[in-house]
T-cell receptor, first 112, second 112 residues
């Protein structure tokens, strides 16, 4: 089946640093989503991208839908301790598909 | 407005026991999903239901059954639990015509 390659698997950064993570695929997606999962909780949607080339921000978070429709990245600027968690990318193939394909996650640790 | 609720939050079973995980949503969404999350594996789709009365297999359906009781409820049943089914189970919903899934808080299942 389709796979999303998400990298890096984990990151250890200092508070205040910027963070970048990305997802790539061999398949074309119609939608890219970025989720954050706090420990012991379910994933929560951060940003949704619907158009190739689209750049969308949500506070300190910025995500882009790659022009080839096969990749997306998420940037977090000026990280803070509450940014700790696991970040997942997800893509929807479209064509009436009701399913999402998820990356394996990037685990972010922020040292105060 | 509770969103997506899951019961129980935690469960310990012995090998061979059966149980049903419950999921309910009050968002009037058409589609509902069951995922399992294992360390390093991300979220894997077990079963989904695009609408009331329909269910389809996902990536890892073996050992599970589902029932879409009505628009609000989607249950996941383990008929004979195995240690390999130790995992965190998430229910999610998606409104028809959109690509955004909303997750419940999860059920942490241990099979001894």
């Amino acid at each position: 089946g389709q796979q999303l390659n998400q990298s890096p698997q984990s990151m250890f950064i200092q508070e205040g640093e910027d963070v970048s993570m990305n997802c790539t695929s061999s398949s074309i997606f119609n939608t890219w989503l970025w989720y954050k999962q706090d420990p012991g909780e379910g994933p929560v949607l951060l940003i949704a991208l619907y158009k190739a080339g689209e750049l969308t921000s949500n506070g300190r978070l910025t995500a882009q839908f790659g022009i080839t429709r096969k990749d997306s990245f998420l940037n977090i600027s000026a990280s803070i301790p509450s940014d700790v968690g696991i970040y997942f990318c997800a893509g929807q193939l479209g064509g009436g598909s009701e399913k999402l394909v998820f990356g394996k996650g990037t685990k972010l640790t922020v040292n105060p | 407005n509770a969103g997506v609720t899951q019961t129980p939050k935690f469960q310990v079973l012995k090998t061979g026991q059966s149980m049903t995980l419950q999921c309910a949503q009050d968002m009037n969404h058409n589609s509902m999903y069951w995922y399992r999350q294992d360390p390093g594996m991300g979220l894997r789709l077990i079963y989904y239901s695009a609408s009331e009365g329909t269910t389809d297999k996902g990536e890892v359906p073996n050992g599970y059954n589902v029932s879409r009781l009505n628009k609000r409820e989607f249950s996941l049943r383990l008929e004979s639990a195995a240690p390999s089914q130790t995992s965190v189970y998430f229910c999610a919903t998606m409104k028809g015509g959109t690509d955004t899934q909303y997750f419940g808080p999860g059920t942490r299942l241990t099979v001894l």
